[in-house]
């Protein structure tokens, strides 16, 4: 298995543009998760999905971002409009269970840069 | 926040020698789990611990849970220098359904 699969690595932006991070779960996860990583937050929990339906989404900071999961093999996570406080790298996981029996397998993540 | 603490935030050993990691949670938990970062990368699932265990080994690493004193340590024996990365824990609390809840993290330096 290729693991959880991020897209892209890297992301340079200016403030005021739409940013769409990519993933794409292990299969047969029926849990994904979106995290978001700063210095001053450490590991945040923006959302999770169970069966590509959204459960709790009470961590998205605000209504300027938005979490699809069109199907299980891929879930986006959009920004709109991007601002500096932005600034982070975003993991994305996927797991079989909420409580993580088997842990959350962590994507690579998305280093986002909003200048 | 139901955000766990670590201590230390930075540990610097030299290789061979054993590190020690402290967690402690809020509330009540379904289990316990240590992470492994990185720099630049994910997190890597180490270990679990569920409410109920007090020990768990595997290879180097040995985790204890005191759930009277809601903490957790994580033991990394005989160091290398590879395992030098940011080590997490996890909390799975009842009262958030089961989700993960990471903590701030330690950054372990070991030196050849």
């Known amino acids: 298995d290729a693991g959880v699969i991020q897209s892209p690595r890297h992301e340079v932006t200016e403030m005021g543009q739409e940013v769409t991070l990519r993933c794409k779960p292990i299969s047969g996860h029926d849990y994904l998760f979106w995290y978001r990583q700063t210095m001053m937050r450490g590991l945040e929990l923006l959302i999770y999905?169970?069966?590509?339906?959204?459960?709790?989404d009470s961590g998205m900071p605000e209504d300027r971002f938005s979490a699809k999961m069109p199907n299980a093999s891929f879930s986006t996570l959009k920004i709109q409009p991007s601002e500096p406080r932005d600034s982070a790298v975003y993991f994305c996981?996927?797991?079989?269970?909420?409580?993580?029996?088997?842990?959350?397998?962590f994507g690579s993540g998305t280093r986002l840069t909003v200048v | 926040s139901q955000q766990g603490e670590e201590d230390p935030q930075a540990l610097s050993i030299q290789e061979g020698e054993n590190a020690t990691m402290n967690c402690s949670y809020k509330?009540?938990?379904?289990?316990l789990q240590w992470y492994r970062q990185n720099s630049g990368r994910g997190l890597v699932h180490l270990i679990l611990?569920?409410?109920?265990?007090r020990e768990k080994h595997s290879g180097r690493l040995r985790v204890t849970l005191d759930t009277s004193k809601k903490s957790s340590s994580l033991l990394i024996t005989a160091s290398r220098a590879a395992d030098t990365a940011s080590y997490f824990c996890a909390s799975s609390y009842y009262n958030q359904g089961g989700k993960l809840i990471f903590g701030q993290g330690t950054e372990l330096s070991v030196k050849p």
């Open positions: 611990i569920r409410s109920n265990e």
């Open positions: 996981a996927s797991s079989k269970e909420l409580q993580g029996a088997y842990g959350y397998t």
């Open positions: 509330t009540s938990i379904n289990n």
């Open positions: 999905f169970n069966n590509n339906v959204p459960i709790d």
